[in-house]
C-alpha cells in the first residue's frame, strides 16, 4: 500500500520524513492551494526521470518548478524582466505560473528540452514548508496518471499513481481545485497558457497588453506546444457538453446530468446533479465531483455549458479538455 500521512502543522514529523525522501531523490505527492502535485528534488535530473515514469508522461511535456521565494526564482532564470517582479510581488505565493528563460542550472528534463522554464510559488503552508525544509525547487506536476483528472484529495493520489509514489501528504481538500493560471513572459507579449485562478483581468491590470491562448492553434505555431494538448483532465466517464436545459431522454447504463443554477426535469434513470451559477466554487468541486462520478461507476456524464464570461474561463477550458476526444 502508497503511504499516506496527514500533516496538521508546519513541524510535523511527517514534513522531515517527505524532506529527507525528496532529498535522497524520491518521489512525494504534496498539497497546493491548486491540486495536490507530484513531488521531485527539481535539481535532480534521476529524480525528475522518476516523476515522468509514475505519471505515464511524454518527455515532450515540461514540469513547473516550485520555489519559496522570489529570490530562488530568480536563481533559475536567465532574465527577470520588470513584469516578472511587478506579478510575483502581487501574486506570489500564490496560483500563478510565470514561464521564463531558464538559467543553466535548471536540468533539460525539466525543460523538456527547451530553452524556458515554468516558475510557481505556492501559497499552501505544507508545499511552502516542505520547499524550505528540501532547500531546492521541487519539481511538481499534478499528481495524477497523464491525461487523467488532477487530484484534489489525498485519495485522488493514491488511487491513480499507488505505489509509484514513495509518500503522500495528507493535507485535506485543496482550496481553488484548478490548476494554477500559466503566463508566458518569454514572448514579447504576455499570454496566458491555461486560465486557471489568478483571472486574465488582474494580469491586464498589471501588464496592459495580453494574449489569451483559448485552445485556437494560430497560424505558424506547432500544436504540440507543452500541455496544449486537446484531450487533458479526462474522467473515465463518456463526458459530454450540451446547451444549457437541453435535459436528456431515458437511457440506457448509468447516466449524471449535471446542470447550473437550475435542474430541467429529468427522468428517473438519470442522476441530476446541480451546481451554482458561482465560478469559483464550481472551480472547488469539479474535479472531485468528476472524480466522485467515475468512482459510482457513471459511464456517462451530460454536462451543460457553463456560463459565457472571464470569471468562467478555466472552468471552461477544463470541461473542453475532458470531453475532448481520445487522441487518435
Ligand atoms: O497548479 C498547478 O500548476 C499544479 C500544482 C501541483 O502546482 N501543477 C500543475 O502541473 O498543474 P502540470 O504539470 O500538471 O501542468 C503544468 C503545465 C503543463 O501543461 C506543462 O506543459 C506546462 O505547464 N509547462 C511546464 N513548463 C513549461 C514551459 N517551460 N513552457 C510552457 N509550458 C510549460
Ligand atoms: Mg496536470
Request: glycine share 8%; net charge negative.
Amino acid at each position: 500500500m502508497t503511504r499516506l500521512l496527514s500533516v496538521h502543522s508546519v513541524d510535523d514529523p511527517a514534513l522531515r520524513e517527505a524532506a529527507s525522501i525528496l532529498a535522497a531523490g524520491g518521489l512525494v505527492a504534496f498539497p497546493t492551494e491548486t491540486v495536490y502535485g507530484l513531488g521531485a528534488d527539481g535539481l535532480n535530473p534521476e529524480a525528475v526521470a522518476r516523476i515522468y515514469a509514475a505519471k505515464g508522461r511524454p518527455a515532450t511535456n515540461p514540469v513547473i518548478l516550485h520555489v519559496d521565494s522570489i529570490a530562488s526564482a530568480r536563481a533559475l532564470v536567465s532574465q527577470w524582466p520588470d513584469t516578472a517582479q511587478l506579478l510575483t510581488e502581487r501574486f506570489w505565493p500564490g496560483p500563478l505560473t510565470l514561464i521564463l528563460p531558464a538559467s543553466e542550472q535548471v536540468p533539460a528534463i525539466v525543460r523538456a528540452g527547451g530553452p524556458t522554464v515554468a516558475l510557481r510559488c505556492p501559497a499552501h503552508r505544507v508545499a511552502q514548508a516542505l520547499i524550505k525544509a528540501v532547500g531546492r525547487p521541487l519539481a511538481a506536476p499534478s499528481a495524477n496518471r497523464s491525461q487523467h483528472l488532477s487530484p484534489t484529495l489525498a485519495e485522488h493520489v493514491a488511487s491513480s499513481l499507488g505505489e509509484a509514489v514513495d509518500l503522500i501528504l495528507d493535507g485535506g481538500p485543496t482550496e481553488a481545485g484548478l490548476e494554477s493560471t500559466i503566463l508566458d513572459l518569454s514572448v514579447a507579449r504576455p499570454r496566458i497558457l491555461r486560465p486557471g485562478p489568478v483571472a486574465p483581468a488582474e494580469l491586464a491590470a498589471l501588464l496592459g497588453a495580453l494574449d489569451l491562448w483559448e485552445g485556437a492553434v494560430r497560424p505558424g505555431e506547432s500544436q504540440t506546444a507543452p500541455g496544449m494538448a486537446e484531450r487533458h483532465y479526462a474522467p473515465r466517464a463518456r463526458l459530454e457538453l450540451v446547451a444549457p436545459g437541453s435535459g436528456l431522454a431515458p437511457g440506457s447504463g448509468r447516466v449524471a446530468y449535471v446542470a447550473f443554477g437550475h435542474l430541467p426535469v429529468l427522468p428517473d434513470s438519470i442522476r441530476g446533479i446541480l451546481l451554482p451559477l458561482d465560478a469559483e466554487a464550481v472551480g472547488t468541486r469539479l474535479f472531485a465531483l468528476l472524480h466522485e462520478l467515475d468512482d459510482a461507476g457513471f459511464e456517462r456524464v451530460v454536462m451543460e455549458r457553463p456560463p459565457a464570461g472571464e470569471a468562467w474561463m478555466a472552468v471552461r477550458d477544463r470541461l473542453r479538455r475532458a470531453s475532448a476526444k481520445e487522441p487518435t
